[in-house]
């Protein structure tokens, strides 16, 4: 090998070196997921979306006619790699039952079985709300989402740590899922 290749081949090498140690240079891309968010009328879907974009949400509006909506909540399903279900810890009983029935059919969807949910129960700063056991049992989570992956996690507008930390731990269960899919 000539001195000139070797005198490149070494610049080159202290170049690599110079930029792994000091100039990084951009970050690696981070990985984007599609996720579909739902929830029944009410339950904070928008108000802890934009809490979690650093946003203010005192000027969110209820989405009118959302129970007329839900029979479209299936349309946006496709391409989904992740699941966010937001429900009212503090609704009544008949609200409740309502949001059961529907993360239930969302669970057995035949789109969204094989995805990780992120359930998020809202409104954990009002008195009425229910524990996170309380809404474990009463959904009956630990039966019917046996071998999926799913995060309950209580939240509040009021502790967005608590709501970026449900999002980091939803983000990780999709890179064990990615990792997994690499694997096989």
């Known amino acids: ?95 409740l039952e309502t949001a059961r029935n529907e993360l239930h059919s969302a669970l057995q969807h035949p789109q969204l079985c094989t995805l990780p949910f992120l359930i998020l129960a809202s409104h954990q700063d009002k008195p009425a709300a229910r524990s996170v056991q309380e809404i474990k049992k009463y959904f009956e989570l630990e039966p019917l989402a046996r071998g999926k992956r799913w995060i309950l996690q209580p939240c509040s507008l009021d502790d967005p740590d608590a709501l970026k930390d449900s999002f980091s731990q939803l983000i990780s269960v999709l890179e064990e899922k990615d990792h997994e899919a690499m694997r096989m």
């Open 1 to 95: 090998m000539s001195d000139l290749r070797i005198t490149e081949a070494f610049l080159y090498m202290d170049y690599l070196c110079f930029r792994a140690l000091c100039c990084k240079g951009p970050p690696p891309a981070r990985p984007e997921y599609d996720l579909v968010c739902i929830g029944l009328s009410g339950s904070g879907k928008t108000s802890l979306l934009l809490r979690l974009c650093s946003e203010s949400p005192e000027n969110v509006v209820s989405t009118t006619g959302a129970d007329n909506i839900r029979k479209y909540w299936s349309r946006y399903y496709q391409g989904s790699q992740g699941v966010i279900f937001v429900l009212d810890s503090a609704s009544s009983e008949g609200d």
